[in-house]
């Protein structure tokens, strides 16, 4: 990141941050309702309709993936390329979300899990390792290399890299765009 940004990721244009203000209440509403309600499927289901609703926002409209994201269900193949199976038992199987793809390169993958305390935490399905080291795991797979990827539930986003010498990461919340409850 710094090799890219020395100065720190640039601000937003106006049009983009407006398109973050005008996307976000949506999502914390369905926030706030799975916090409230958590036991509750169907408050579950709203909510990934309303992250999944969000992170596209931000990837396309905001970074400015355009075009450029596929989503898993689009490229089916990513499922098949990228997927990486714990070791307990029962396994747990884990495929991206999606992708930043340009022609046929895939630059980066995307991770979009259910809402979680924070992305360093442990899973409660079987598998001990945190949506991070999931993460970092797909990305080191043999014969399947892809740079980076981002991760996020909507609330908490982070951009993994996982070189074979070590993992590189940058985690945090979204900030307070104004009307909306800030996620630190």
Known sequence: MT???PQGIPPLDRAR?????TAKPAFDRAWGAWDRERDSQQVLADYRQARDAWVTTVLTDVI???E???TA???S??????????DGFPAVTLTPSGALIGGEKISALVLVTDPV???RAEGDDGW????IDRMTAMLRAENRPAPSAWLTDGRWWAMVSAPREGVRLWHRGLPDLGGGASHP
Do not use: F, I, K, M
């Not at 941050?17 to 203000?21: I, K």
């Not at 193949?77 to 714990?86: K, Q």
């Open 3 to 5: 090799a890219l940004n």
């Open 17 to 21: 941050r407006d398109t973050l203000r």
């Open 64 to 66: 400015g993936w355009g």
């Open 68 to 70: 450029d994201y596929a």
């Open 73 to 75: 269900e689009a490229r």
């Open 77 to 86: 193949v990513l499922g098949e390329v990228y997927r990486v199976v714990s």
């Open 117 to 119: 305390d924070s992305l």
């Open 128 to 131: 001990a390792a945190s949506p």
